[in-house]
């Protein structure tokens, strides 16, 4: 049963771990807690669904599960142009709000505010468009394989670790070797010397965006194919995204995946051990001991 819970949680670490990516490079350049972050999940999640059932429909063979898996070509496709108007999407929520409320020197309390009638907006619109029942993106079954250690999983279970943990590795190598990566990181040194160096902040803030927005869309999708798509999906990942972030140290995108896992084998073992209401409460206590015991997290540095 420990076995299970252990795999159980990973499945959840990487989709929060996914999450808390966003958040941690918005915070590192930004300098505030984005509140809106796990709505953008919930469009990514909602615009695949939208697509792949739209390319179903005009083509049928697309939606044919490949191979062990529960979807076809439909939903990778869905998932493409998703993480492209997820990224649109905060990119318009910043031009709209966040970046007015910059140019006039918003205290950082005003842009978390503003995020949380942001989150409140989205949340609502979503509502209004899908209502609130649940959706799916297939209703194939599938048959859990044996792992060999007393545990089970599904294809698309074990797909979602390996997309995840290639995702990961390929933002990392984005922010070590490449010219964007390290304008970002500069812009999240120092702004201002940044700018003087000749860094294009403005250029540098909308690549934050749309990584961070393209990475909700994904992780989004994991969530939805794995459990089921809500309008309130990305609202009740919110503590365990921020709890991954701050974990894992503000501005580490390994750290964040490692939170992550972290999380989401706590939230797992919690209830294994204590009972399913208290699932939420491993994020939280996790969440609060690292901000009493360690506030710059496991690859954070002490301010």
Do not use: C
């Amino acid at each position: 049963m420990i076995a299970q819970a252990i795999i159980d949680g990973l499945i959840a670490g990487t989709m929060i771990g996914l999450g808390a990516i966003g958040i941690t490079l918005t915070y590192s350049i930004l300098r505030f807690a984005n509140f809106a972050h796990g709505e953008l999940i919930s469009w990514g999640a909602y615009a695949a669904l939208s697509v792949s059932s739209a390319l179903a429909t005009l083509h049928a063979p697309l939606a044919a599960p490949l191979g062990p898996f529960s979807f076809g070509w439909s939903l990778p496709l869905g998932l493409v142009v998703s993480m492209a108007l997820t990224g649109l999407l905060a990119l318009l929520v910043d031009v709209l709000l966040f970046g007015r409320l910059r140019a006039r020197g918003g205290a950082v309390i005003i842009l978390v505010m503003a995020g949380f009638g942001a989150a409140l907006t989205l949340r609502s619109l979503l509502e209004f468009l899908v209502t609130t029942r649940p959706a799916y993106f297939t209703d194939a079954l599938q048959i859990a394989m044996k792992l060999g250690i007393g545990a089970r999983a599904t294809p698309d279970q074990l797909l979602s670790l390996g997309v995840s943990a290639l995702l990961v590795f390929a933002v990392h190598l984005l922010l070590t070797r490449t010219a964007v990566g390290r304008a970002m990181r500069a812009v999240s040194e120092n702004r201002a010397l940044a700018a003087l160096a000749g860094v294009d902040v403005r250029q540098t803030i909308r690549i934050v965006w749309l990584l961070g927005a393209a990475l909700a869309a994904v992780a989004g999708v994991m969530a939805g194919l794995l459990v089921q798509i809500r309008p309130h999906m990305g609202h009740d990942l919110l503590l365990p995204l921020f709890a991954a972030a701050i974990l894992g140290g503000i501005g580490s995108v390994p750290g964040a995946m490692l939170g992550g896992l972290i999380v989401g084998l706590a939230e797992a073992l919690s209830v294994q051990v204590i009972g399913a209401e208290w699932r939420a409460a491993g994020a939280f206590v996790i969440l609060v001991g690292v901000l009493l015991l360690r506030p710059q997290g496991l690859f954070g540095r002490a301010a």
